[in-house]
């Protein structure tokens, strides 16, 4: 039964995997913007880690520094309590003194351990980020590539007059020669009434001249 579980679970995930590959042959920008909102998810979380290491770190740099300054006091505090010769008062002294003392050295290892792992921490951020941005340009490459892709399919669909052979769609010999049968009209118009002008003046100034030669 195990193993028939394990081959049905194997069987799932290869036609998972199946289907991501035959989506990516379609469609690799759509796949690639799944990917970069993933990555901008985690880019988002490690932003939101190193912050959070960051106000860590200057905790510790604070409680550590507290706790020297009350060292250093309950020292100073102990040496005149004993030179007065107040050995309770030199006996709790020194005892506070330890204890901050004790305090400020564990302080002082977290906050080493803490800066080490925020060096970490912003090396992988930056890490993400230079990733992240070598993702986008790959999207941009991808989206050039697949707009000449297209253009170029376009391009070739005009340009191949047998492609809409029959089908009463315009192509560009079509246009061509719609447009030399334009032309022609318009000359022929162009002609015809340059001529019809012409003519008429030409009848116009023989009426005046025979107007003349009357009178």
């Known amino acids: 039964m195990a193993n028939l579980f394990t081959r049905l679970k194997d069987s799932i995930a290869a036609d998972f995997h199946e289907l991501l590959d035959d989506k990516e042959k379609k469609n690799p920008i759509a796949l690639l913007n ?8 985690e880019v ?6 190193v912050e959070r290491q960051h106000s860590l770190k200057d905790q510790f740099t604070r409680e550590y520094r507290e706790a020297r300054e009350l060292s250093e006091k309950r020292k100073h505090q102990a040496e005149i309590a004993k030179q007065a010769g107040e050995n309770a008062l030199y006996e709790f002294a020194v005892q506070e003194q330890i204890a901050y003392e004790e305090r400020s050295n564990r ?16 090396k992988k951020y930056e890490e993400m980020k230079h990733k992240l941005k070598d993702m986008y340009i790959k999207r941009m490459e991808l989206m050039g590539r697949e707009n000449i892709a297209r253009a170029n399919q376009k391009i070739n669909q005009v340009l191949d007059s047998n492609k809409y052979a029959g089908n009463g769609s315009t192509n560009f010999e079509e246009m061509e020669n719609y447009l030399d049968r334009l032309e022609h009209q318009i000359n022929s118009s162009y002609h015809r009434n340059t001529i019809d002008a012409r003519i008429a003046q030409l009848e116009k100034d023989m009426k005046k001249e025979e107007t003349h030669s009357i009178s």
């Not at 799944?34 to 998810?41: G, I, T």
């Not at 988002?44 to 880690?49: A, D, M, P, Q, T």
Request: net charge neutral; proline share 0%.
């Open 44 to 49: 988002e979380k490690v932003r939101k880690l």
């Open 107 to 122: 302080l002082k290892e977290a906050l080493n351990s803490a800066s080490t792992h925020l060096v970490e921490l912003e």
């Open 34 to 41: 799944q990917y970069l909102r993933q990555c901008e998810v």
